[in-house]
């Protein structure tokens, strides 16, 4: 069972956006947060927008992207496989989003 501890905060969402209509935003200026590491489910939603509107807020961002995970699409016939849409994904955030990093090499850069 995954659940969050007693005094982690826990911001509810209904959108990919992890800052539309939440606190989100408020609570990282409070503790005077600059740089998010993102992870998730799914690489072409939730990760994408909101990767997209951290940097457009001045958030400096990393992905971990072996922490985060695509399915498959299709588009009038023609379908794509995960790990391409996950691929082609991450591609676009490296290119003016955010810096790209797996996860062991950010463990060992942070120290951990």
Do not use: W
Not at 8 to 25: A, C, G
Not at 33 to 42: A, N, P, S, Y
Not at 87 to 111: H, N, P
């Amino acid at each position: 069972l995954v659940a969050p501890r007693p005094d982690e905060r826990v911001i509810l969402k209904h959108y990919p956006n992890s800052f539309r209509e939440t606190d989100l935003q408020k609570q990282l200026g409070a503790l005077g947060i600059k740089h998010l590491v993102v992870t998730g489910m799914m690489t072409l939603m939730c990760v994408d927008a909101t990767v997209r509107a951290a940097a457009d807020l001045g958030y400096s961002v990393t992905v971990l992207h072996d922490a985060c995970a695509a399915r498959a699409l299709e588009l009038n016939g023609v379908s794509v496989p995960a790990p391409q849409v996950h691929a082609a994904f991450l591609a676009a955030l490296g290119m003016a989003y955010a810096k790209l990093e797996g996860t062991s090499d950010f463990l060992a850069r942070a120290g951990r």
